[in-house]
């Protein structure tokens, strides 16, 4: 459905933005991303580990962070540059997860691999480095998603340890909470993480199928969506997101890696208000123009009964509400592109006299 109106809200799908690429105009592997200065959308890639028989930290193509504008429609997104790449050097990244900006612009990137955040400025420069985890801290770790606070505070999970740790911008840590278990409070591989407009922190509890809120001191405040594959229901959540009037969007992704994935929508009481699953009629722009540049590939997509499976989501990683322009955009990972949806709040419904 590419207009849904439900509880006096509207989401219109606008466009999608993106196509599969290691480098250059496109994605690969899209897992988080962020509006920064001036506009420019950043995005995680994950890439992928595909070369055999060199080291370790040589093995991946296509980790870097994208950077983008989005435009109004299709058509008028812009490829604007990119920086970083796969590897454990200074500014390189193995397994990036999760980006935020701060009040400056500057950026911070979270490896889980390497269990540490990278800081960038607004241009891609690097600028510093620093650890996750403490030397007090034995076991396993992975820092995953990030988020930041009005004050400049750092949230950052840890999928492994099962913990959301507290930072400065400079790397000072500030405290911890989260132990693993299900009960209200706790935690089993948190990932994707926000801070709403009054303080309030969000965690993708993502093996409870849940969403948790919390105070910025870690009190357990309330828990949004419980296990299922209903409308509605969790399973395996990995990111979400605040819009400026309190609802909260859930992304979630499947149980086995063929389910398409979706992306629920709560109000700020966690009344349930709808699901969208993915729209995207029309490949984008950039998709096009490498459909149109290969005649074989214009042959082979007449010749399939329905194009409707690419409409949809295939495992969504990541939310990012643009509150400026009023759109939801959800990181589409397994098609390297992201889906925008507008939200309406004075949409008029046509009145057809048939």
């Known amino acids: 459905m590419l207009t849904e109106t439900v509880a006096g809200r509207t989401y219109d799908y606008s466009h999608s933005v993106g196509r599969g690429s290691a480098t250059g105009m496109g994605?690969?592997?899209?897992?988080?991303?962020?509006?920064?200065?001036?506009?420019?959308l950043y995005i995680v890639n994950r890439g992928s580990e595909s070369i055999s028989n060199v080291s370790w930290n040589r093995t991946g193509v296509g980790a870097r962070v994208?950077?983008?504008?989005?435009?109004?429609?299709?058509?008028?997104?812009?490829?604007?540059?990119?920086?970083?790449?796969?590897?454990?050097?200074?500014?390189q990244l193995i397994w990036p997860a999760g980006i935020v900006a701060d009040s400056k612009g500057d950026l911070y990137v979270t490896d889980e691999w390497l269990n540490r955040v990278s800081q960038f400025d607004k241009d891609g420069q690097f600028l510093s480095q620093w650890t996750t985890v403490g030397e007090d801290e034995p076991g396993y770790n992975g820092s995953a998603?990030?988020?930041?606070?009005?004050?400049?505070?750092?949230?950052?999970?840890?999928?492994?340890?099962?913990?959301?740790?507290?930072?400065?911008?400079?790397?000072e840590f500030l405290g911890s909470w989260g132990t693993y278990g299900s009960g209200?409070?706790?935690?089993d591989s948190p990932w994707g993480i926000t801070v709403d407009s009054k303080g309030f922190v969000y965690v993708a509890d993502f093996n409870n199928h849940r969403v948790q809120k919390f105070t910025k001191d870690g009190e357990f405040v309330a828990q949004f969506g419980s296990h299922g594959t209903k409308r509605g229901q969790l399973n395996y959540p990995t990111d979400v997101a605040v819009d400026p009037e309190g609802d909260v969007y859930i992304c979630d992704w499947s149980g086995n890696g063929w389910e398409q994935g979706r992306v629920h929508i709560f109000d700020e009481d966690g009344k349930f208000i709808t699901s969208l699953v993915g729209d995207a009629q029309q490949l984008s722009t950039w998709a096009q123009m490498t459909v149109d540049?290969?005649?074989?590939?214009?042959?082979?997509?007449?010749?399939?009964?329905?194009?409707?499976?690419?409409?949809?989501?295939?495992?969504?990683?990541?939310?990012?509400?643009d509150a400026a322009n009023g759109r939801l955009l959800v990181m589409d990972t397994q098609r390297s592109r992201f889906q925008v949806y507008r939200k309406q709040s004075q949409y008029m419904v046509p009145q057809l006299n048939l």
């Open 293 to 321: 540049a290969n005649a074989d590939y214009i042959k082979r997509r007449r010749e399939v009964r329905t194009t409707e499976p690419e409409w949809r989501f295939a495992q969504p990683t990541a939310v990012e509400y």
């Open 66 to 91: 994208s950077q983008v504008t989005i435009g109004d429609d299709a058509g008028q997104e812009s490829f604007i540059g990119e920086f970083s790449r796969y590897g454990n050097g200074d500014g």
């Open 27 to 40: 994605f690969s592997n899209p897992v988080a991303a962020v509006l920064g200065k001036d506009d420019i």
């Open 184 to 187: 209200d409070g706790e935690l």
């Open 145 to 171: 998603g990030i988020a930041i606070d009005a004050d400049d505070v750092l949230y950052i999970t840890d999928g492994r340890s099962h913990k959301v740790r507290k930072f400065t911008t400079d790397g």
